[in-house]
Protein backbone atom coordinates (compact mmCIF):
# COMPACT_ATOMS: atom_id res chain seq x y z
CA UNK A 1 0.00 0.00 0.00
CA UNK A 2 1.01 3.44 -0.66
CA UNK A 3 -0.05 6.79 0.57
CA UNK A 4 0.29 10.38 0.04
CA UNK A 5 -0.75 13.55 1.85
CA UNK A 6 -2.51 15.74 -0.44
CA UNK A 7 -1.84 19.49 0.56
CA UNK A 8 -3.98 22.55 -0.61
CA UNK A 9 -1.53 25.61 -0.43
CA UNK A 10 1.01 23.94 1.74
CA UNK A 11 -1.91 22.87 4.09
CA UNK A 12 -2.94 19.08 4.37
CA UNK A 13 -6.31 18.66 2.82
CA UNK A 14 -6.23 15.03 3.20
CA UNK A 15 -4.97 11.44 1.98
CA UNK A 16 -4.61 9.95 -1.13
CA UNK A 17 -3.90 5.60 -1.01
CA UNK A 18 -3.64 2.92 -3.20
CA UNK A 19 -4.33 -0.45 -1.78
CA UNK A 20 -2.40 -3.60 -2.51
CA UNK A 21 -5.75 -4.14 -4.38
CA UNK A 22 -4.81 -1.46 -6.80
CA UNK A 23 -8.04 0.58 -5.55
CA UNK A 24 -7.34 4.40 -5.11
CA UNK A 25 -8.62 6.31 -1.88
CA UNK A 26 -8.89 9.76 -0.52
CA UNK A 27 -10.72 11.20 2.47
CA UNK A 28 -9.97 14.69 3.99
CA UNK A 29 -7.93 15.64 6.78
CA UNK A 30 -10.77 16.50 9.25
CA UNK A 31 -8.77 19.88 10.20
CA UNK A 32 -9.62 20.55 6.83
CA UNK A 33 -12.89 19.07 6.19
CA UNK A 34 -14.14 20.85 9.30
CA UNK A 35 -12.61 24.70 8.56
CA UNK A 36 -15.37 26.17 6.61
CA UNK A 37 -12.46 28.71 5.24
CA UNK A 38 -10.84 26.17 3.18
CA UNK A 39 -12.38 24.95 0.01
CA UNK A 40 -12.43 21.62 -1.48
CA UNK A 41 -9.60 20.62 -3.16
CA UNK A 42 -11.46 20.27 -6.23
CA UNK A 43 -15.53 20.12 -7.89
CA UNK A 44 -14.78 16.51 -7.93
CA UNK A 45 -14.04 16.17 -4.16
CA UNK A 46 -16.64 18.17 -1.97
CA UNK A 47 -15.97 18.14 1.30
CA UNK A 48 -17.61 15.31 3.22
CA UNK A 49 -16.79 13.08 5.94
CA UNK A 50 -17.42 9.81 3.75
CA UNK A 51 -13.74 9.04 1.99
CA UNK A 52 -13.79 8.60 -1.85
CA UNK A 53 -13.16 5.37 -3.35
CA UNK A 54 -12.19 4.70 -7.42
CA UNK A 55 -10.60 1.41 -8.77
CA UNK A 56 -9.06 3.98 -11.36
CA UNK A 57 -6.45 6.73 -9.69
CA UNK A 58 -8.89 9.74 -9.79
CA UNK A 59 -9.33 12.40 -12.86
CA UNK A 60 -8.12 14.66 -10.75
CA UNK A 61 -4.55 13.52 -9.78
CA UNK A 62 -4.36 11.60 -13.04
CA UNK A 63 -4.46 15.15 -14.89
CA UNK A 64 -1.67 16.26 -12.51
CA UNK A 65 0.60 13.74 -14.68
CA UNK A 66 2.71 14.64 -17.77
CA UNK A 67 1.90 13.04 -21.06
CA UNK A 68 3.45 11.82 -24.52
CA UNK A 69 6.93 12.52 -24.55
CA UNK A 70 7.17 14.29 -21.30
CA UNK A 71 5.79 11.59 -19.44
CA UNK A 72 8.08 8.98 -21.45
CA UNK A 73 10.98 10.91 -20.54
CA UNK A 74 10.13 11.14 -17.12
CA UNK A 75 9.69 7.59 -16.53
CA UNK A 76 12.71 6.65 -18.10
CA UNK A 77 14.63 9.35 -15.52
CA UNK A 78 12.66 8.17 -12.78
CA UNK A 79 12.75 4.44 -13.67
CA UNK A 80 9.00 4.34 -13.23
CA UNK A 81 6.95 2.10 -15.22
CA UNK A 82 4.88 4.41 -17.25
CA UNK A 83 1.52 2.05 -16.38
CA UNK A 84 2.25 3.43 -12.80
CA UNK A 85 0.55 6.41 -12.76
CA UNK A 86 0.21 6.39 -8.76
CA UNK A 87 4.29 6.19 -8.88
CA UNK A 88 4.59 8.90 -11.10
CA UNK A 89 1.93 10.96 -9.19
CA UNK A 90 4.34 10.79 -5.87
CA UNK A 91 7.23 11.35 -7.75
CA UNK A 92 6.39 14.67 -9.62
CA UNK A 93 3.46 15.86 -8.13
CA UNK A 94 5.57 17.38 -5.00
CA UNK A 95 6.65 21.14 -5.74
CA UNK A 96 5.83 22.45 -9.05
CA UNK A 97 2.63 21.57 -10.12
CA UNK A 98 -0.02 23.74 -12.51
CA UNK A 99 -2.63 25.01 -9.04
CA UNK A 100 -2.80 24.98 -5.27
CA UNK A 101 -2.93 21.05 -5.28
CA UNK A 102 0.92 18.87 -3.97
CA UNK A 103 1.68 15.68 -3.31
CA UNK A 104 3.65 14.49 -0.73
CA UNK A 105 4.48 10.49 -0.71
CA UNK A 106 4.25 8.98 3.15
Do not use: H, W
Request: aromatic share 12%; with cysteine; charged share 30%.
Amino acid sequence: MRQALVLSNNIVAGRLIETDERRYIFRYDEDYLFNSELRAISLAFPKRKEEYVSDELFPFFFNMLSEGSNKALQCRTLKIDENDSFGLLLATAKYDTIGAITIQEL
